[in-house]
């Protein structure tokens, strides 16, 4: 049975609605592991978000672990947390260091790792674009993809490393934003400047909503098809390296990480005929 844990920093519900999700899994069978702890980098009474998060996390039974980061920093000094994340990892290292994970998943969680954590942890995060890419976060790369008049996007699970959202690749999906359901939305683009809609509408704009609602209704299954195929060997992890099941790197194989859309969408078409 895979060992997960879970990093997330809990701030709102979707933070709780994927920790649900996983759990719901792992109940009915859909995956064949088992959470070993949750950590948080905020502890209880700091934050509302959090609070709910962490009373979802013991209404599941699952350990929870917990060292505020802004209490760390300003313990230590104050100032950026760049200043403070080697030894703040360090110290959640520390209070981790009985549990034995097969993998990591960061869900939520909003530090960057230190290399340190990142070579202790085989640590997968989910980038809301494909490998190939913008990177940044998911707002950043929807306006990229809408000033590019990109006609796919998808998602991407890879490895955490010091290099930010370009660790070895796992997995990806593709999601096509440039016909169908979009057509409307891209001719109400036409001819205007992209950084005044994104100045006066923002994230109201009716085609960075419908791309974003796309994505993230793909990313949970993603992560569990991902984790699904680490379970089942299909998929080796360690830390910063993705190897095939014959021991060689993934990206021999499979540069992009292994193609998962039809996978995917086969999900997405089963919950709807629920």
Known sequence: ????????????????????????????????????????????????????????????????????????????????????????????????????????????????????????????????????GPIGTWQSVIWQLIETRATRTGAMIHLATEEVDRGPVLSHCVVPIGAGAFDVDWRALAGRDVAEVQAVEGEDNPLFRRIRAEGYRREPHLMLATLRAVAEGRLIVKPGEALDTDGNPLRQRFPSGLPLTQEIEAAIAAEDAD
């Not at 609070?51 to 100032?79: C, I, M, N, Q, W």
């Open 1 to 132: 049975m895979l060992r997960i844990g879970w990093f997330s920093t809990g701030r709102g519900e979707g933070s709780r609605g994927l920790l649900r999700f996983f759990c719901d899994a792992i109940a009915d069978g859909r995956l064949k592991a088992g959470i070993e702890f949750v950590f948080s980098n905020r502890e209880p009474g700091e934050a509302e978000g959090s609070d709910a998060f962490f009373e979802l996390v013991r209404s599941r039974g699952l350990p929870l672990v917990t060292l505020s980061s802004s209490r760390y920093r300003r313990e230590h000094g104050g100032g950026g947390m760049s200043r403070h994340r080697v030894g703040f990892d360090r110290e959640v290292m520390e209070l981790l260091q009985d549990y034995r994970p097969d993998v990591c998943v960061l869900a939520g969680y909003m530090l960057i790792c230190s290399g340190e954590m990142c070579r202790r942890y085989p640590l997968l995060n989910l980038h809301g674009a494909l490998p190939d």
